[in-house]
């Protein structure tokens, strides 16, 4: 069973520090390009950052640039947002997504987890 299992969310004020997991099982997760997005009360889903399968490239929104850090560890199919200097605007439910083009494109996403950034 493919699954997508975020993790890490909470209250945190701001300026305070979060960590993201999202775990991969049911699928090889190292051949794929892994991202996280946010959506956050009545706003679309959004593209937060972006890792590739071998970790060689990453992307990131020009609104966390500098504070927030995706990265990825495929021996434990985990991938990881580290979220600093956190403001209120970065309340979300944030989501995993696991993405593989070529013949066939194959695409997950997991259930999402809150994080609120709130005094």
């Known amino acids: 069973q493919v699954q997508l299992v975020e993790s890490g969310g909470g209250l945190v004020q701001p300026g305070g520090s979060l960590r993201l997991s999202c775990v991969a099982s049911?699928?090889?997760?190292?051949?794929?390009?892994m991202k996280w997005y946010r959506q956050a009360p009545g706003k679309e889903r959004g593209l937060v950052a972006t890792?590739?399968?071998?970790?060689?490239?990453?992307n990131y929104a020009d609104s966390v640039k500098g504070r927030f850090t995706i990265s990825r560890d495929n021996a434990k199919s985990t991938v990881y947002l580290q979220m600093n200097s956190l403001k209120p605007e970065d309340t979300a439910v944030y989501y995993c997504?696991?993405?593989?083009?070529?013949?066939?494109?194959?695409?997950?996403w997991g259930k999402g987890t809150l994080v609120t950034v709130s005094s």
């Open positions: 997504n696991a993405r593989r083009t070529g013949s066939n494109t194959m695409e997950y």
């Open positions: 049911g699928f090889t997760s190292s051949l794929y390009v």
């Open positions: 890792i590739s399968s071998l970790a060689a490239m990453t």
